[in-house]
């Protein structure tokens, strides 16, 4: 039912999904069947025609409640996740929890300059933004011009899709 409210294709994107920590823990009180390997947020992906890339390290920690304690820590692990999405040729990331969200999009910054990694500039949306994008709301709608990481690309992919 979600892709016949979909106005454009998204059928072109390969995307990396983070469910995140806060989403699925404690599961014993949330109810969540297959806490350890969600699959409910790919589904709904799958469902708009994305290809939601199954890779290493995509349900481990990103390190994001480890910012602003540990952050040389939390930078460590998170250039471990991004490597890992990034040897997926994917076209970004999707998050499911807020705070993998701040620590892909606001982290990528940290590791750059720690690391020098250059290739590791993977766009991050939220994955109500990227359901948004499918139907029809504008990139400036879901503030996607205030990320820290550009996220042109993957919205030129959207916008160059056309409409269905």
Known sequence: KINEKSTRDLSGLSIGLRYGCH???PHELLNIEYSERPTFADELLEQCGINSVQY???HRCCGGLLRG???????R????RLSDA???EID????VCSLCHLQHDLGQRSIKRKFGTDDLEIPVLHFPQILALG???SPEELGLDLHTIKTDKLVAKV??????
Do not use: S, W
């Not at 970004?92 to 998050?95: E, K, L, N, Q, R």
């Open 86 to 88: 990034n040897e997926a």
């Open 69 to 75: 304690v540990q952050d040389d820590i939390a930078d």
């Open 56 to 58: 290493a390290g995509r």
């Open 92 to 95: 970004g990331i999707v998050t």
């Open 135 to 137: 139907f029809g709301y």
């Open 77 to 80: 692990v998170l250039h471990e």
């Open 23 to 25: 989403m699925l823990k």
């Open 159 to 164: 916008m160059g899709g056309g409409r269905r």
